[in-house]
């Protein structure tokens, strides 16, 4: 059995490690298609969506000893998944070069919304 590693800050959250590589993918290799197909809007949206997924994680966990900010950031972590996801389905259907990789990080982003879910659920119930 795989021992658990104790979290000692946010960025020993695994949900915060998959959305920061995520985000730098998207960075790396979906904004510069983006731009160059002139979509500049698009590219800002999932910039900006992609990035907000790690910085709500760090806020929330810096909250976490208060259950409804706690729960917010977290909230508007899925939510930054869930447009995420949209833009990402935005670049596949402009006929991105590696379509394959949108699927993968779209199916990350699904994890990572139910990976904050999970998250929030269990600290709440552990933290009574």
């Known amino acids: 059995m795989e021992e658990k590693k104790k979290i000692i800050g946010f960025q ?52 976490r000893h208060q259950k409804k900010n706690f729960k917010k950031y977290l909230d508007d972590g899925m939510g930054e998944a869930n447009e995420t996801i949209v833009h990402l389905s935005f670049t596949k259907d402009l006929k991105y070069p590696e379509p394959a990789l949108c699927d993968e990080l779209i199916e990350t982003y699904n994890i990572i919304g139910k990976q904050l879910y999970n998250l929030g659920n269990s600290w709440l119930k552990s933290k009574r």
Request: hydrophobic residues 45%; charged residues 25%; proline residues 4%.
């Open 12 to 63: 020993d959250l695994d949900v915060y490690q998959r959305a920061y590589k995520a985000a730098l993918i998207i960075n790396e290799k979906i904004i510069p298609f983006l731009q160059k197909i002139r979509q500049y809007d698009l590219a800002d949206q999932i910039g900006r969506s992609s990035r907000a997924i790690p910085a709500l994680i760090a806020e929330s966990y810096a909250k």
